[in-house]
């Protein structure tokens, strides 16, 4: 058991050494190689990425987050460029293209324009400078290597992954990019709020004390009831619908719990060594995944965080919540600590807008700000780099789901050593031979 404990701290030691663990430069390291006795100071952010050169991206997958990120890189300064798109449907590139010729008036020509499942590959080899990565998640690993193998910087949407093989492969590709002086951001935009780092400068100072312990939770509206159309294949109407399947979204645990597991694998400044997890499927119809889960996550000095997510319809719902437990406070992570009078103790403000008071909103969004981020330290030769932290915070979602299908405690060195990988080896449209049924807890190793 000692092996494997040194084994994850050699890991996580090597990831600070490159300085990809945090946000944004090297303040968000682990505890282990910080000092808590020095003042941190909140990262600057940037209202718009500052001049340079043309940079040119390419788009790998063309729906609406895909579509929205190349709308935020083109907004993130002067002179950015969407200059290729990919998709394996042609309506959905087509739909992308019609949108950003409408809203920003960028004409994508035909020869840059691709789709198939070989797409990405046309969209790395073209004329661009960054690649924006936003298919399915099960794709990412595969596209984000061939993108770094071509020197290229990038934009990953969350999760980097839904397998540990693929989270692995993330961490070599971003260790890759770190040698080859990269910048890689990810698309968990909590990182880039600037109420979130500010909150984050509290409590690293000590606002709320030594931390003890935390939770968090997501309750949405369920799935929309995907209708398979004449003449779709079992590949066709996977991907048009991959949300509810495991293999392509790694389950709304893994696809879009993933933000809060990150915060708190932030604020914590380390990440779970083990994962005990319960969950279930009620109302989805479709796909092979459960629609509710209930994890709690353990680190390797006895702290815990506990989780609960879920998307049943007709429920109450609740979202975006996280709160960590200090020895003298809590705080729920975004921009309020309170004391345990449960009086607030201090309260983010927005910049003063115009009229010297506090803005009712930043002047930029989160998901802009990540690609002002991103812009502002390619054009600065100041290289950001999030994959491995990404990857980690992904993977840890992944031992989580695990947990809850299988009915076992899983941990971060069975997720680092596990042949786990789901999904065809061959992409075709076709028959595909992963049946629409839920895991039985208990029925797996």
């Known amino acids: 058991m000692e092996s494997k404990s040194k084994s994850r701290r050699e890991f996580l030691g090597d990831a600070a050494a490159l300085g990809i663990i945090g946000?944004?430069?090297?303040?968000?390291?682990?505890?282990?190689?910080?000092?808590?006795?020095?003042?941190?100071?909140?990262?600057?952010?940037?209202?718009?990425?500052?001049?340079?050169?043309?940079?040119?991206?390419?788009?790998?997958?063309?729906?609406?987050?895909?579509?929205g990120a190349a709308l935020n890189f083109v907004d993130a300064g002067p002179n950015l460029q969407i200059t290729a798109l990919g998709d394996v449907f042609q309506d959905r590139l087509d739909l992308c293209r019609s949108s950003l010729k409408e809203q920003r008036g960028i004409d994508i020509p035909d020869n840059k324009c691709f789709t198939g499942f070989d797409a990405y590959k046309h969209v790395i080899d073209s004329d661009v400078d960054v690649i924006i990565c936003a298919a399915p998640p099960h794709f990412?690993?595969?596209?984000?290597?061939?993108?770094?193998?071509?020197?290229?910087?990038?934009?990953?949407?969350k999760p980097v992954a839904v397998d540990p093989v693929g989270a692995r492969m993330v961490m070599a590709s971003g260790r890759m990019a770190e040698a080859a002086g990269l910048s890689v951001v990810a698309g968990t935009q909590l990182r880039h709020a600037r109420d979130y780092n500010t909150t984050f400068t509290k409590i690293k100072n000590g606002a709320i004390g030594k931390l003890i312990g935390g939770n968090s939770l997501r309750l949405q509206a369920g799935f929309r009831q995907p209708v398979r159309l004449d003449g779709w294949?079992?590949?066709?109407?996977?991907?048009?619908?991959?949300?509810?399947?495991?293999?392509?979204?790694?389950?709304?645990?893994?696809?879009?719990?993933?933000?809060h597991i990150d915060v708190l694998n932030w604020f914590f400044e380390k990440y779970p060594a083990l994962a005990i997890g319960v969950g279930g499927r009620h109302a989805l119809q479709t796909g092979d995944q459960?629609?509710?889960?209930?994890?709690?996550?353990?680190?390797?000095?006895?702290?815990?965080?506990?989780?609960?997510?879920?998307?049943?319809?007709?429920?109450?719902?609740?979202?975006?919540?996280?709160?960590?437990?200090?020895?003298?406070?809590?705080?729920?992570?975004?921009?309020r600590i309170w004391d345990y009078d449960h009086n607030v103790i201090w309260e983010y403000e927005n910049p003063p807008g115009e009229d010297g008071q506090p803005a009712e909103r930043?002047?930029?969004?989160?998901?802009?700000?990540?690609?002002?981020?991103?812009?502002?330290?390619?054009?600065?030769?100041?290289?950001?780099?999030?994959?491995?932290?990404?990857?980690?915070?992904?993977?840890?979602?992944?031992?989580?789901?695990?947990?809850?299908?299988?009915?076992?405690?899983?941990?971060w060195d069975d997720m680092m050593e596990s042949s786990l990988r789901l999904g065809p080896e061959e992409y075709r449209m076709g028959p595909v031979d992963i049946k629409a049924e839920p895991p039985v807890p208990g029925n797996q190793a």
């Open 23 to 67: 946000a944004i430069g090297a303040g968000h390291l682990l505890s282990s190689c910080t000092s808590r006795r020095e003042e941190y100071e909140t990262p600057v952010l940037l209202d718009r990425a500052p001049d340079g050169p043309p940079l040119k991206a390419g788009l790998i997958g063309c729906g609406g987050r895909g579509t």
């Open 140 to 157: 990412r690993p595969m596209h984000f290597e061939r993108a770094i193998q071509a020197r290229k910087h990038c934009f990953i949407e």
């Open 233 to 259: 294949s079992d590949m066709e109407f996977m991907l048009r619908n991959w949300t509810t399947w495991t293999w392509l979204s790694g389950n709304h645990y893994v696809e879009q719990f993933v933000h």
């Open 290 to 335: 459960y629609d509710f889960f209930s994890v709690e996550f353990a680190f390797d000095d006895g702290l815990k965080y506990y989780t609960i997510a879920r998307r049943i319809p007709g429920c109450y719902n609740r979202s975006g919540n996280h709160l960590i437990y200090g020895t003298k406070g809590y705080t729920n992570c975004q921009n």
């Open 362 to 411: 930043p002047p930029v969004t989160m998901t802009e700000q990540s690609h002002i981020n991103l812009v502002t330290a390619i054009r600065t030769n100041n290289p950001v780099n999030e994959s491995i932290r990404m990857a980690s915070s992904s993977l840890v979602a992944i031992m989580g789901r695990e947990s809850a299908y299988t009915g076992q405690m899983v941990t």
